[in-house]
């Protein structure tokens, strides 16, 4: 089932349920994908996943944002939504998983030193691209250039 359809049946039982902060995260990815419709880009696998990479972390840094600001209460909102939307994207991959990947990396584009951790993070970034955290992927790529 393509995603635009597993959000629609989605909302419809949230709404039928009647939670109101998993509706609200349901309707903010819909937006989204319909938005990807009328990009130049158009909608893909690969879009979809992007979009909603960016729309987790942006709710994850408000809810960090209202936690510096003693606003717990908005926080938990953010962070209730995020968690909705990332039971949407492929599980991420664990830090030793991640480590074992990137060495790999490492070891076929040849990187030596701190001063190759551009080449490094740009396959990086291709191949892990939705299966873990950009800024785990480059404090792993620091951590094992600078052996």
């Keep these: 089932m393509a995603l635009e359809e597993k959000i ?3 909302i419809k039982s949230a709404m039928l349920a009647k939670e ?6 349901l ?3 819909k937006s989204a994908i ?4 009328t990009s130049p880009e158009g909608l893909n696998d690969d879009t979809e996943m992007k979009a909603l990479l960016k729309m987790v972390k942006q709710r994850k840094e408000t809810a960090d944002l209202y936690v510096t600001q003693n606003r717990k209460d908005l926080a938990d909102v953010e962070l209730a939504q995020a968690a ?3 039971a949407y994207l492929p599980k991420q991959m664990s ?3 991640v480590k074992a990947e990137v060495a790999k990396i490492i070891t076929a584009v040849g990187a030596t030193s701190p001063a190759d951790m551009g080449k490094v993070m740009g ?12 800024k785990l992927i480059s404090s792993i790529v620091k951590e094992l250039l600078s052996k």
Aim: glycine residues 6%; negative net charge.
């Design 8 to 10: 629609n049946a989605d």
């Design 20 to 25: 109101a902060s998993k509706l609200e995260a």
């Design 27 to 29: 309707r903010a990815i």
């Design 34 to 37: 319909l938005l990807l419709k």
């Design 84 to 86: 909705v939307i990332e």
């Design 95 to 97: 830090e030793e998983d």
């Design 123 to 134: 396959a990086a970034s291709k191949q892990l691209a939705g299966k873990a955290d950009g």
